[in-house]
């Protein structure tokens, strides 16, 4: 486990504000009590405990991440199709039949998208 600070109310809400009530990666929006606090770049990579280094996200891109960097993630991300392709049949099918569409853009995440001034964000 690493040793991780608590932060303060205070310290949530600054960390909640960054990306005004969505998570930094999927995008969903979640409420500070839901939020929880990822660290960008890793303690275990080097990260430090600082509020740079700290930004909400959604319990499931929180536990995807884990301990990968940001680039890490947006990697693991985009090996899933292939995965679900290699590995699970339901897929598999709905992707033949057409119900599902396979497509390989590349992924981008909630806070490089609100980087970019993109609309509805
Ligand atoms: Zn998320």
């Given at each position: 486990?690493?040793?991780?600070?608590?932060?303060?109310?205070?310290?949530r809400q600054v960390?909640y504000?960054?990306?005004?009530?969505?998570?930094?990666?999927?995008?969903?929006?979640?409420?500070?009590?839901?939020?929880?606090?990822?660290?960008?770049?890793?303690?275990?990579?080097?990260?430090?405990?600082?509020?740079?280094?700290?930004?909400?996200?959604?319990?499931?891109?929180?536990?995807?991440?884990?301990?990968?960097?940001?680039?890490?993630?947006?990697?693991?991300?985009?090996?899933?199709?292939?995965?679900?392709?290699?590995?699970?049949?339901?897929?598999?099918?709905?992707?033949?039949?057409?119900?599902?569409?396979?497509?390989?853009?590349?992924?981008?995440?909630?806070?490089?998208?609100?980087?970019?001034?993109?609309?509805?964000?």
């Open positions: 486990m690493d040793k991780r600070r608590k932060l303060t109310k205070a310290e960390v504000d960054k990306m005004e009530g969505h998570c930094a990666y999927c995008g969903c929006e979640i409420s500070l009590q839901t939020m929880q606090v990822d660290h960008v770049t890793p303690l275990r990579k080097g990260g430090s405990e600082t509020m740079d280094n700290m930004w909400p996200a959604c319990r499931s891109c929180n536990h995807y991440k884990h301990t990968l960097t940001v680039e890490q993630f947006r990697q693991e991300i985009s090996k899933a199709p292939n995965r679900l392709m290699r590995y699970d049949t339901a897929y598999r099918l709905a992707v033949r039949f057409g119900l599902l569409e396979l497509n390989r853009k590349t992924v981008t995440f909630y806070f490089e998208r609100k980087e970019d001034g993109a609309d509805g964000l």
